[in-house]
């Protein structure tokens, strides 16, 4: 669970968000992600692992830690950053 | 984690969160939450309580629980609810 508080659209922003969505996206045991952003407020992106292992090769991946450390001097304020294990799931839609 | 998706200003829902956000911070182990929305897109809430029995605690409440029921009926398109544990935490402030 990333939570993170930047301006609106920072230099270079939604060409390395495209980016990083493509690395993502090509780990096996990436399971998606969902991501929300109140205007002037603060973003929530949740991704979703198989485990531990795929969530260390996104950490690992060093166009993603340039990336980050990009993020840290230019883009973001503030961020956290929560890492869990999911215990259990429920949904509903009535779509 | 909850993950939402709802017309923007449903009958009663304001009403209603406010009366959430007051029962839920009386509950001892209730560590705070964070929640964002994309207008016309989803919404993503996240809690953090210290332990099940806290957690426990708000999922029992009687009025959440008749609040849940409403939301269902009314007020939802669709969500998805995701309980997990926080394994480990990182965070940024540069203000």
């Given at each position: ?25 090509e780990i096996p045991g990436f ?19 198989r485990?531990?292992a795929s969530?260390?090769v ?38």
């Open positions: 669970m990333f939570t993170s508080i930047r301006p609106d659209n920072p230099e270079g922003y939604a060409e390395a968000l495209d980016r990083m969505k493509e690395i993502v996206q399971l998606g992600y969902e991501s929300a952003r109140t205007p002037g407020g603060i973003g929530i992106t949740v991704a979703y692992f485990d531990e969530l260390a996104w950490r690992q991946n060093t166009e993603h830690q340039a990336v980050q450390r990009h993020g840290r001097e230019h883009w973001y304020d503030a961020y956290s950053l929560h890492v869990g294990k999911v215990e259990r799931s429920y949904s509903f839609d009535r779509r």
